[in-house]
């Protein structure tokens, strides 16, 4: 290998650390085309964006129609967030955001057994959450972080005889996966 | 049966054809040349996940004559991640589309999704070529919620032959959750067979769209007899990192795909830098090719003085 291609290889990441950073300054901009130009572009980048898991999920409260749209597609397509955000979105599931919750929720569940230590916030938001799909996830999350929240069991059995044939199916398949 | 690969030489010269009906809207003014010719022996179904078709993209001129030229290329494209509050954003791109004087028509599903953040599915069609049957058109039902999105189905019959021996078939456009594929898989192996026992008289099912997954996932298909899709080992993604879209059908009993098929490449197709093909859509749209009319036996039809293929 080359040592120039070396470097344009990592430039080209750095780049892209920078640029990345940049927009998620850019969703706080006052102008709300600005802040739609930022998430569409952090949309574009895909995976690569993981590092504004936590700025998207916020965005999702947005007052713009296109922010929130944008915001919602590139967190579809993130992945799992980094292990360094997950005690802050422990504390999104909690949102009154119904958007930004779901998604909290999400990216918690993508993160598995990293985020065992978000099951409390999970687990009260299973047990509270007004809005469906929030305790959907709620219930898959807590799947998929599997036996390390085992705290969540409560929450999970109540869930298993919810009227909500989605509900009750994820919070039985948590049951499973969390395990006796 | 798996994946139908066209034979080499096919392959390249439909490639040729995809990229001269692509580069016509280069070469014309809007209006000007009329429509490009489209083969008499073939109709090309599509699938597009044009990601977040809104506002903000209608805007951008640039994008929209793109895309107004993948859709030329085909007989029908079936779209996904419509999402927008307006019911004018589709309407508005079939009048850019048919700004060369194509006659291109479009049906629209309702807005899904379990959030507040929505997407509708679409398909655009050709109607110089291909006619639906509005009473037809649906959305799969989901009374166990297993699907994010649940599929939209239209039944459309090409117009290229006479009407009694006219293909007719079944296509179903979905957009699985990321989150849930294998889930969604298995639930859209069961719709799949649903719509195969829709109606008596039509046995020709194509399930399309985004299933994020490629076939080496689609083992929940392979409880049904002769299942097959159109691609494999390609990406269908702008990036080429990920293969995500397909065309899903029974071989029994869809004799008409004539084997042939592919993904549309935007950077290659228009020329555009991969930052530019990301703002038309980070999917490729694909494709597979279908006789366009019913085959009964085991040989097409000639068309044209064309000699019989035997299958």
């Given at each position: 290998?080359?040592?120039?291609?070396?470097?344009?290889?990592?430039?080209?990441?750095?780049?892209?650390?920078?640029?990345?950073?940049?927009?998620?300054?850019?969703?706080?901009?006052?102008?709300?085309?600005?802040?739609?130009?930022?998430?569409?572009?952090?949309?574009?980048?895909g995976?690569?964006?993981?590092?504004?898991?936590?700025?998207?999920?916020?965005?999702?409260?947005?007052?713009?129609?296109?922010?929130?749209?944008?915001?919602?597609?590139?967190?579809?397509?993130?992945?799992?967030?980094?292990?360094?955000?997950?005690p802050?979105?422990?504390?999104?599931?909690?949102?009154?955001?119904?958007?930004?919750?779901?998604?909290?929720a999400?990216l918690?569940?993508?993160?598995?057994?990293?985020?065992?230590?978000?099951?409390?916030?999970?687990?009260a938001?299973?047990?509270?959450?007004?809005?469906?799909?929030?305790?959907q996830?709620?219930?898959?999350?807590?799947?998929?972080?599997?036996?390390?929240?085992?705290?969540?069991?409560?929450?999970?059995?109540?869930?298993?005889?919810?009227?909500?044939?989605?509900?009750?199916?994820?919070?039985?398949?948590?049951?499973?996966?969390?395990?006796? | 049966?798996?994946?139908?690969?066209?034979?080499?030489?096919?392959?390249?010269?439909?490639?040729?054809?995809?990229?001269?009906?692509?580069?016509?809207?280069?070469?014309?003014?809007?209006?000007?040349?009329?429509?490009?010719?489209?083969?008499?022996?073939?109709?090309?179904?599509?699938?597009?996940?044009?990601?977040?078709?809104?506002?903000?993209?209608?805007?951008?001129?640039?994008?929209v004559?793109?895309?107004?030229?993948?859709?030329?290329?085909?007989?029908?494209?079936?779209?996904?991640?419509?999402?927008?509050?307006?019911?004018?954003?589709?309407?508005?791109?079939?009048?850019?589309?048919?700004?060369?004087?194509?006659?291109?028509?479009?049906?629209?599903?309702?807005?899904?999704?379990?959030?507040?953040?929505?997407?509708?599915?679409?398909?655009?069609?050709?109607?110089?070529?291909?006619?639906?049957?509005?009473?037809?058109?649906?959305?799969?039902p989901?009374?166990?919620?297993?699907?994010?999105?649940?599929?939209?189905h239209?039944?459309?019959?090409?117009?290229?032959?006479?009407?009694?021996?006219?293909?007719?078939?079944?296509l179903?456009?979905?957009?699985?959750?990321?989150?849930?594929?294998?889930?969604?898989?298995?639930?859209?192996?069961?719709?799949?067979?649903?719509?195969?026992?829709?109606?008596?008289?039509?046995?020709?099912v194509?399930?399309?769209?985004?299933?994020?997954?490629?076939?080496?996932?689609?083992?929940?298909?392979?409880?049904?007899?002769?299942?097959?899709?159109?691609?494999?080992?390609?990406?269908?993604?702008?990036?080429?990192?990920?293969?995500?879209?397909?065309?899903?059908?029974?071989?029994?009993?869809?004799?008409?795909?004539?084997?042939?098929s592919?993904?549309?490449?935007?950077?290659?197709?228009?020329?555009?830098?991969?930052?530019?093909?990301?703002?038309?859509?980070?999917?490729?749209?694909?494709?597979?090719?279908?006789?366009?009319?019913?085959?009964r036996?085991?040989?097409?039809?000639?068309?044209?003085?064309?000699?019989?293929?035997?299958?």
């Amino acid at each position: 290998m080359q040592p120039e291609r070396c470097g344009h290889g990592k430039f080209a990441e750095e780049l892209a650390v920078a640029e990345i950073e940049a927009l998620i300054g850019q969703l706080q901009d006052a102008d709300p085309g600005r802040r739609g130009a930022a998430a569409e572009l952090l949309c574009r980048h895909g995976a690569a964006a993981a590092a504004a898991a936590l700025a998207l999920a916020r965005a999702c409260a947005d007052e713009d129609d296109q922010v929130r749209e944008w915001a919602a597609a590139a967190l579809e397509d993130l992945g799992p967030p980094p292990a360094g955000s997950i005690p802050e979105l422990g504390n999104l599931v909690g949102s009154s955001h119904p958007l930004v919750a779901y998604w909290a929720a999400t990216l918690l569940g993508r993160s598995g057994q990293n985020a065992a230590t978000a099951t409390t916030a999970l687990a009260a938001c299973l047990a509270s959450a007004s809005d469906p799909a929030v305790a959907q996830r709620a219930a898959w999350a807590l799947g998929k972080i599997g036996p390390a929240a085992a705290t969540g069991r409560d929450a999970l059995e109540k869930a298993a005889l919810s009227a909500d044939p989605r509900l009750a199916r994820l919070a039985r398949e948590a049951l499973q996966a969390i395990g006796p | 049966m798996r994946s139908r690969s066209a034979p080499g030489a096919l392959r390249v010269l439909f490639a040729g054809v995809a990229l001269a009906c692509a580069a016509s809207g280069r070469a014309q003014q809007p209006g000007a040349g009329g429509p490009v010719a489209k083969p008499q022996d073939a109709v090309l179904v599509a699938s597009f996940n044009i990601q977040v078709f809104g506002e903000s993209k209608l805007a951008k001129t640039p994008v929209v004559d793109v895309l107004a030229r993948v859709v030329r290329c085909f007989d029908i494209v079936a779209i996904q991640e419509v999402r927008a509050k307006s019911d004018e954003i589709v309407p508005s791109f079939v009048r850019a589309v048919n700004a060369d004087g194509s006659r291109y028509h479009y049906v629209i599903g309702p807005r899904q999704g379990r959030t507040v953040s929505k997407e509708q599915y679409a398909f655009i069609y050709d109607t110089n070529r291909i006619e639906v049957d509005g009473s037809s058109v649906g959305v799969v039902p989901d009374p166990q919620g297993r699907l994010h999105r649940p599929p939209m189905h239209a039944r459309f019959r090409t117009r290229v032959v006479p009407v009694e021996m006219a293909f007719t078939f079944w296509l179903v456009d979905t957009h699985t959750d990321p989150d849930e594929v294998p889930q969604e898989l298995e639930a859209l192996a069961g719709v799949f067979q649903a719509m195969q026992a829709a109606r008596p008289d039509e046995d020709d099912v194509i399930l399309l769209g985004d299933l994020n997954a490629g076939p080496p996932q689609f083992g929940a298909f392979q409880r049904i007899p002769g299942i097959g899709w159109a691609l494999s080992g390609v990406t269908t993604n702008t990036r080429r990192t990920k293969t995500y879209d397909n065309l899903i059908f029974a071989q029994p009993a869809t004799r008409e795909y004539l084997g042939r098929s592919g993904v549309l490449d935007l950077q290659n197709t228009f020329a555009l830098p991969l930052e530019h093909a990301l703002e038309v859509s980070d999917h490729n749209p694909v494709w597979g090719a279908f006789y366009p009319a019913e085959v009964r036996s085991q040989s097409l039809p000639p068309m044209a003085g064309q000699p019989a293929v035997r299958r």
